[in-house]
């Protein structure tokens, strides 16, 4: 009896402890086929701040640059902001990496990669991304970010045309 009562009174500690482990990574990668070479779409999403021309969800894009990195702060349609900066660039391979430095998205660690590569006669672009939810469930985590790329993929293959 004295062993179950102990074993009882352990579980809320352990249920403290392991509210307290950090979550698994989330990997999101979503890809489009585009109607263009790859040097046009390139030249539609190469720029970092570009997205606000592009990208349903956002209002504007503001750059800027905190020591040797770039940043851009997205204004987003219907109000908030999030910012984020320039982890890596390479425009021979036609891509860029980003993490989320500020912002209301349901994430943390956040490092995303937008690349474009030949695709037949065509480019093919694919977003990828690294997370861990933060505030919500996995799967609302997901399904935000997830439907960012869809959408943001739609309008590269509309606008790169």
């Given amino acids: 009896m004295l062993r179950h ?9 352990l249920a403290l ?18 109607a263009a070479p790859p040097a046009k779409v390139w030249s539609t999403i190469g720029d970092f701040c570009g997205i606000g021309s592009w ?14 990195t770039m940043l851009r702060t997205l204004s987003l349609k219907g109000g908030g902001t999030i910012v984020e ?17 500020e912002g209301p998205l349901p994430v943390s660690d956040y490092s995303s990669t937008l690349a ?4 037949g006669s065509g480019s093919k672009v694919t977003w990828t991304g690294t997370f861990k939810a933060k505030g919500a469930p996995d799967a609302v985590a997901k399904d935000a ?9 739609a309008a590269i293959a509309e606008k790169a045309k």
């Avoid at 009562?5 to 500690?13: E, K, M, N």
């Fill in 116 to 119: 474009v590569m030949p695709s």
């Fill in 5 to 13: 009562a102990l074993r009882l009174g352990a579980l809320p500690v």
């Fill in 145 to 153: 970010i997830e439907g960012i790329y869809t959408s943001g993929l």
């Fill in 85 to 101: 900066s320039q982890t890596n660039r390479d425009d021979k391979a036609m891509s860029y990496t980003y993490a989320i430095v």
């Fill in 55 to 68: 990208h349903p969800a956002i209002e504007k894009c503001v750059p800027s640059t905190k020591g040797s």
């Fill in 17 to 34: 402890v392991a509210g307290t482990v950090p979550g698994f990574a989330i990997d999101v990668m979503k890809s489009i086929d585009v």
